[in-house]
């Protein structure tokens, strides 16, 4: 009984912060799957967005944390304005890229990169990629 009660604290602990850190209000969603359909990066992604967002919903941080859908999100907006109810869900994937690297947990290893790699790749890109991607 006691691990159970935890549980949904934790549950519920983790659902506050992301609705803290984004501004949404995540109930609100209904599962229509529009942010899905519209979703650029959709096909390279391991779950859909909607999934992303009823496993927030359901406060299932582990599956989300090992999820590359959060990362692969362009934040191009296209699930915002395609969102009958209004939510910013690339405000809800950045809430849950930050909670990631406030774990201090990189998604990308800087130093594990090759050297010819580093080299041959624009500066600013490594700089605006490694700010979304490193803690």
Known sequence: MRVELSSKKLQSEFVKKVTELSGQKLNLCYQCGKCSAGC???????????QVMRLVQLGLEEDIGGSKAVWLCASCLTCTARCPKGIDLARVMEALRLLT????????????LPRETIAALPQIALVSGFRKLTS
């Open 101 to 112: 690297l406030r774990k201090n947990k990189n998604y990308v290893e800087p130093s594990k």
């Open 40 to 50: 650029p990066m959709s096909d390279a992604m391991d779950i859909l967005p909607n």
